[in-house]
Each structure stands twice: as structure tokens, then as C-alpha cells.
């Protein structure tokens, strides 16, 4: 059975820093990994996409690398911004033919204005 | 960009009601999953579709059911409601089953 965990579980850092994000699965046969942003008790955003060919994603000040061997995946935000606070969530395909995704528990991200 | 659209946002029912819950997905995308997310959880993996078929089910009581219209959109039944049913509920919706791209949610509330 898949699982994945997200480290750190929270974190609290000034403006314009830089961060990164960690997630790791236990199941690497896995064809791509998604990091979505969840505002508080709202929906999920798709931030990034990587197919397991790839080695990293890039979105504007997002980039997420993945190393499928090792079982992680990391995200890193660069020059962070208020406007970032949010729960970050890394997601796999659940795996042995099962539909679906296995979700962390998120890291709940708060950047200090 | 079109997204995926649930109704209604927001819904209170009592202990042992019903409820219904609507999924619009991105058109021509094949595959539509609902999830349950629990206050402070992660989502969890409740059932999919693909092309109108049901495709697999995850931990869906058994007091919930799903289905996937013609049309392509989808609803989430779930009868004898109790508190613990109590959450946000997703549906997604992907092409391929590749990039899953969610809804904004329906909250339950049970009272």
C-alpha cells in the first residue's frame, strides 16, 4: 500500500526566503507526482506535474525535482511571499492498478510579511 | 480554462438525511474521482469513472453511491447521513488519468 509522508508538518519562515518542501513515498513504481497548494478549507490547486521520466518541473518561482530510485520528491519556493502561505500537499498514484491518488498530510506553510 | 465545477458549495443535512452532490468535470476529460477530505486530513479516495464506467473504489462506505451521467457528469449520494460524514468532499477530473485537476469542493456539514 502506498504511503506518503511530507516533512516538515509545518513551517513558519520570514519573507523572501527561500524553502523547500519535502515528500516521500514508499512505493516508487509511480508514472508521476503532483503538488497541489490548499488554501484553508478551500480546493486543490495543481502546482506541478512531473511524469516519472522527468527529473524536475518548473513553474515561475516553483521547482520540484524528482528522484523515483530514492522515493522523494522535493519542492522548493523561491523568494517566498505572504501570498504563499498556504498547505502544501504531495500526491502519487495510489499503484497495483488502483485508481486514485495517496495524499500527505501536507505542509502547512506560513511566510511572515 | 474551463474547470471542474461542483454544486452546491456548501450543504447542511441532519443525522440519517440524504444527500446529493454534483460533478461537472473539464470537458472531453474521461476520468472523474471523488474524495473525502475529513477536518485536518489528507483526501481520501472514494470512487472513479472512466468513460461513464465505474473504475475503481476506495474506501466508500457503503452508504454512499456514485455514477457518471451521459452528459459525463457525475453524482455522490450518500444516505443515512451521520457526523462523522461530516467534510469536504471533491471531485476531480483528469484526461488519460494523468494531471488531476480537483473542484473547489462541497462541505458537508452534519448536524
Known amino acids: 500500500k502506498q504511503e506518503v509522508t511530507q516533512i516538515p508538518a509545518a513551517l513558519s519562515v520570514p519573507e523572501g526566503e527561500n524553502l523547500v518542501l519535502n515528500c516521500s513515498f514508499t512505493?516508487?513504481?509511480?508514472?508521476?507526482l503532483q503538488w497541489f497548494r490548499q488554501d484553508p478549507g478551500k480546493g486543490l490547486t495543481s502546482l506541478l506535474l512531473?511524469?516519472?521520466?522527468?527529473r524536475e518541473q518548473t513553474s515561475g518561482r516553483l521547482n520540484a525535482s524528482l528522484d523515483k530510485s530514492s522515493g522523494r520528491s522535493t519542492l522548493y519556493i523561491a523568494a517566498s511571499q505572504p501570498g504563499d502561505s498556504a498547505t502544501y500537499l504531495c500526491?502519487?498514484?495510489?499503484?497495483?492498478?488502483?485508481?486514485?491518488?495517496?495524499f500527505g498530510k501536507g505542509t502547512h506553510l506560513i511566510i511572515q510579511p | 480554462a474551463a474547470g471542474v465545477i461542483q454544486s452546491p458549495r456548501h450543504l447542511i443535512k441532519e443525522k440519517r438525511e440524504t444527500a446529493t452532490l454534483k460533478c461537472y468535470p473539464i470537458?472531453?476529460?474521461?476520468?472523474v474521482y471523488w474524495y473525502q477530505q475529513g477536518p485536518g486530513q489528507d483526501p481520501q479516495f472514494l470512487i472513479s469513472?472512466?468513460?461513464?464506467?465505474?473504475?475503481d473504489k476506495g474506501s466508500i462506505p457503503d452508504r454512499f453511491s456514485a455514477q457518471q451521467f451521459s452528459d459525463y457528469h457525475s453524482e455522490l449520494n450518500m444516505s443515512s447521513l451521520e457526523l462523522g460524514d461530516s467534510a469536504l468532499y471533491f471531485c476531480?477530473?483528469?484526461?488519460?488519468?494523468?494531471?488531476?485537476?480537483f473542484g473547489q469542493g462541497t462541505r458537508l456539514t452534519v448536524v
Open positions: 470537458p472531453r476529460h474521461d476520468t
Open positions: 469513472f472512466y468513460e461513464k464506467m465505474q473504475s
Open positions: 512505493d516508487s513504481a509511480i508514472y508521476n
Open positions: 512531473i511524469q516519472s521520466s522527468q
Open positions: 500526491a502519487v498514484p495510489s499503484g497495483g492498478g488502483a485508481d486514485g491518488l495517496t
Open positions: 476531480a477530473s483528469s484526461l488519460g488519468r494523468v494531471e488531476a485537476f
